[in-house]
């Protein structure tokens, strides 16, 4: 995979000038698996560590096998420059959830959790929660607790599916990231897709709140993509209200 073909910069309009000019690295859906090799995982850090951004979200399905088959890429994806903050997707939960996260100690998991980042001396709250399936696992999520700790501002949500936007746009939170739906993959899988999602892939806004979905790195199913492009993506947030 020529990773510079999928790599894109897309401006996101933000009222909070507390938010402008950040600039978020955001991943999704790299499904690793058995089949993915070391030279992939390295070439794609190296590609993501030449970027300029403040911090990085994966926004879950990290993997798609057990964690001890991928322990070599695992280490090598722990190498991701700056700060990174992930969420479980429903193929975390699936293969190991409490494994992974013994992998990628150099990141930080964020389901359930909240955290505080300073960007050009401004704090920005950022919360995430777990995946939808995470009931199946006997994982609670605690969408109130999230909910009001998002109406902090400036805040930013992250999880995994595009269903969770109006966590967001209760909590009027500026931004929410997702993944999961691979942009429906392979054409016309989209349509099945949009019928038990709100977005399919790219920017939207709905209230308050920018929302991204990203079609995400790897494949589920069959390692193939049609009019659904794999990406890499710069969010790069402006505020209209700087002077």
Avoid at 101 to 121: G, P, V
Avoid at 209 to 230: E, H, L, M, P, S
Wanted: charged content about 25%; hydrophobic content about 40%.
């Amino acid at each position: 995979m020529n990773f510079k073909n999928i790599f894109q910069t897309v401006e996101i309009d933000i009222e909070n000038k507390k938010l402008n000019d950040l600039k978020i690295l955001h991943l999704s859906d790299l499904h690793i698996n058995k089949k993915t090799s070391t030279e992939k995982i390295a070439k794609l850090i190296k590609f993501c560590n030449d970027l300029e951004f403040d911090f990085c979200v994966i926004t879950g399905d990290i993997i798609d096998t057990k964690v001890k088959f991928i322990k070599e890429q695992l280490s090598i994806l722990s190498q991701l420059k700056n700060k990174v903050f992930y969420i479980s997707g429903n193929h975390d939960l699936f293969y190991g959830l409490e494994d992974l996260k013994n992998e990628l100690k150099n990141f930080i998991f964020m389901d359930n959790k909240i955290f505080t980042i300073n960007h050009k001396n401004e704090n920005i709250y950022i919360a995430g929660l777990p995946d939808r399936f995470s009931k199946f696992f006997k994982i609670q999520r605690e969408e109130e607790i999230i909910e009001n700790y998002l109406k902090q501002s400036p805040s930013i949500f992250i999880s995994h599916q595009p269903k969770d936007y109006k966590i967001a746009t209760k909590s009027n939170s500026n931004l929410f990231l997702c993944g999961h739906t691979h942009g429906g993959q392979i054409y016309p899988f989209h349509y099945f897709v949009k019928l038990v999602q709100p977005f399919l892939s790219g920017l939207f806004y709905r209230k308050n709140t920018a929302i991204y979905v990203n079609k995400g790195i790897g494949t589920w199913g069959v390692d193939f993509r049609y009019k659904a492009k794999a990406e890499i993506t710069i969010l790069k947030l402006i505020s209209k209200t700087v002077e």
